[in-house]
Each structure stands twice: as structure tokens, then as C-alpha cells.
């Protein structure tokens, strides 16, 4: 039997929304070090990146991402603090998310027909 899939979009605001891309996002960051490492990483333009940033950025009173300006190695991008718990919450509501999914799911899951 196959568990279904749960993709979780937090609207903390009509503005403000958090999503498994700029969790993904910010994870890879925390990992490779910099913003253009990160998309290259997730197959996803530097532009694209720095916006999704500029954007996550703007959301908190503080940065969720700090950045250093490139010099003869390139810039450098680091996850804050903030960053962390913000990766940290939406993981800890995901993983509840999906537990509750598994749960009320599996009457549904029994009723599917063979090979669906």
C-alpha cells in the first residue's frame, strides 16, 4: 500500500507564505554556502534564488538569510538563526501533518481500487 504525499503551504499572512520550495531552499543554503551554489543545487536559477530570498528575508524582522559580498572566492550566504527556527517549525508542522495524514487516511487508502 502507498502513503500519500502531503505538500504543506503555510499563508502566515495573504503575503507572507511558507512552502516546502523556500524550506528546500533555505536547507540548501545552510549546505552548500552560498545563494547560486543552493539553485544550482535545486536545478533553480540564481535570480529565482535571490528572489525567494529577498522575499523570506522581507517577511521577518530579522534576516533569515545573511549574506557576505563576493570578492576573488564569491559571496557567501549564510542561514541565521531565525533561519533555523524557521526550518525547524515548518519541518515540526510537516512531520505532524503527516502523521495525521497517515492516520485519517487509511480508511481511504483501504477503499482504493487494486492498482490505482
Avoid: H
Amino acid at each position: 500500500m502507498t502513503e500519500p504525499k502531503l505538500f504543506l503551504r503555510l499563508d502566515l499572512t495573504s503575503r507572507v507564505r511558507l512552502g516546502p520550495g523556500k524550506i528546500r531552499l533555505l536547507e540548501a543554503i545552510e549546505r552548500e554556502g552560498s545563494i547560486s551554489a543552493a539553485g544550482r543545487a535545486l536545478k533553480m536559477s540564481y535570480r529565482r534564488a535571490w528572489l525567494l530570498i529577498a522575499d523570506l528575508n522581507s517577511y521577518f524582522r530579522q534576516p533569515v538569510v545573511a549574506t557576505t559580498l563576493g570578492g576573488t572566492g564569491g559571496g557567501r550566504a549564510s542561514v541565521t538563526a531565525l533561519g533555523r527556527t524557521v526550518i525547524n517549525a515548518y519541518r515540526a508542522m510537516e512531520n505532524d501533518a503527516e502523521r495525521m495524514v497517515r492516520r485519517r487516511s487509511a480508511p481511504l487508502l483501504r477503499q482504493l481500487k487494486a492498482g490505482k
